[in-house]
Structures are given as structure tokens and as C-alpha cells.
């Protein structure tokens, strides 16, 4: 099948579409852009310059892709988006490119990122996302794979979020969130392992152990972080999962979030 673009659309010249790529009415796809295989652009959707993105994407009616950074360090640098294989990218959505910083904002591969959210400059979002209905990344936040974002959701930038993390929906990130947890309340704290995740995707009921009693040290034993990871390091198996939660808590800037405090 041919690229088909309808005739009120707008593609630049200097932008190169795959093939069996469709582009909606009114729709503008601006200058060194690359769009992959199989994608389809909406009508009124505007890929503005300097985005790449991979096979069989949906760009939804009036999302905003590739957009200059609401950064005021940024000055007009030919910055970039990445954009993966099979990424759904929703109504109204807006995605930044990167600044000098970073040069470029980074959304792996099949990612769902909802209606009316932002990804902002120098972002980097792993595989197999879900980034709800208007949750906002500000700058320079990293989530790893398989990261489910609650609706409504702010994070503070730099934030690191975890692989195979869930944080319910309207809650503040102010903190890092380790992998495998599921987070929530306000100031957001630990509230277990988002079991119902791990299970889905095949993690073990042994792996799966391994992990709680990991962060039942880290959490729920008293002892602050360092002590903790010191305690897991001596009593828990150094499974590729918990080497994967020790070495997100040793590269944390920010911090991490803590645990609910008891009887509460």
C-alpha cells in the first residue's frame, strides 16, 4: 500500500515518511522528520521537526509531537525526539524535544500515552508504558520499562521511576519510586508490590518473594536506607531483580520515596 495523505494535509519536503504511512486531514508534518512503516497520523495532528519515530505509531487527532522545550536554556538548538515501534499517542497530547542538556527526548517502544498528557524536554520513557490522561513528566525524568503513570499525575523533574512500577492516579512524585512497587497517598510513600503487574508479565511466585522480602527490610525494618541495603545485601539472594532495586537506590539523586508509616 502507498503513503496516503490527504489533500489538506501538509508534509514538508524535507521530511521522509515510510511506507503504508497515512496522514489525516489538515495534519502537518514539518521539516526532518522521520516516520516509520505503517504509521498514522490523524487529522490535525502536528509532528513539528526533528522527531523520529519507528513502525506502526498512532498519532492521534491535535497531539502536538516534537514541540520546542518549555526551557528557557533552550535557543532554537536542532534538539530531537525518539519515538519507538507501536506507540499509541493519544488526543491532545504534547511531546518536547530535547535541550542541550540531553539533545534529545527518548519514548521506547509500545507505549500508550493517554489523552491531554506531557512529556516534557529530555525525558527518557521506557517499553511498554502507560502514561495516563494528563500526567505531566516535567524535564529530565527517566521512567524505566513497563512503568503505569496514574491520570492526573505530576513528576518533579529528574525523577526516576522504576521498572514494572504503578502509581495511582493524582499523586505528587517528588522522590524516586524503585522498581517493581506500587505507590500512592499523599506525600506518596510505598504501598507494596504491584503484585497483579509482576504476575501479568510472568515473574515467578519464587522471584516474586524474593523481591518482597527485599523491600520488607527496606520498608518495614527500622533501619534507614543505607543500613537497609546493607541488611539486604547479607540476607536476601542477589537475584538480577534485587541487584536491579540495589543499584536504582545506589544511582538515586533525588532520593527515594519511603514507606507508610505504621498505623497509618
Known amino acids: ?13 524535507k521530511a521522509q515518511l515510510g511506507e503504508n504511512v497515512t496522514v489525516g486531514a489538515y495534519a502537518i508534518i514539518g521539516d526532518e522528520n522521520i516516520i516509520g512503516d505503517g504509521c498514522e497520523i490523524a487529522s490535525h495532528a502536528i509532528i513539528h521537526c526533528y522527531t523520529t519515530m519507528g513502525k506502526d505509531c498512532r498519532v492521534a487527532s491535535f497531539a502536538s509531537v516534537g514541540t520546542k522545550p518549555q526551557d528557557l536554556k533552550y535557543n532554537n538548538e536542532p534538539t530531537t525526539l525518539q519515538i519507538g515501534d507501536r506507540c499509541d499517542i493519544r488526543e491532545y497530547v504534547t511531546l518536547s524535544r530535547g535541550t542541550v ?26 517499553d511498554h508504558c502507560i502514561v495516563a490522561n494528563s500526567v505531566a513528566l516535567a524535564g529530565h525524568v527517566t521512567l524505566g520499562n513497563w512503568v ?17 512500577s504503578i502509581i495511582g492516579g493524582g499523586y505528587r512524585v517528588p522522590k524516586d519510586i524503585p522498581p517493581y512497587v506500587r505507590a500512592g497517598r499523599e506525600p ?7 503484585i497483579i503487574g509482576l504476575r501479568r508479565r510472568g515473574f515467578s511466585q519464587e522471584t516474586i518473594a524474593t523481591i518482597d522480602k527485599a523491600y520488607t527490610i527496606l520498608y518495614l525494618s527500622n533501619l534507614n536506607v543505607s543500613q537497609a541495603v546493607e541488611r539486604i545485601k547479607q540476607e ?16 538515586s539523586q533525588r532520593g527515594i520515596i519511603a514507606g507508610p508509616k505504621i498505623g497509618k
Open 148 to 164: 503505569n503513570l496514574g491520570g492526573l499525575t505530576p513528576v518533579h523533574q529528574f525523577v526516576r521511576i522504576g521498572d514494572h
Open 1 to 13: 500500500m502507498a503513503v496516503v495523505i490527504d489533500s489538506t494535509a501538509r508534509v514538508s519536503s
Open 236 to 251: 536476601v539472594p542477589l537475584t538480577p531483580e534485587v541487584q536491579n532495586i540495589l543499584d536504582f537506590i545506589a544511582k
Open 101 to 126: 542538556a540531553h539533545g534529545t527526548t527518548v519514548i521506547g517502544s509500545d507505549c500508550l500515552i493517554m489523552a491531554n498528557a506531557h512529556v516534557a524536554h529530555d525525558c527518557i520513557v521506557g
Open 188 to 194: 506518596l510513600v510505598y504501598e507494596g508490590l504491584n
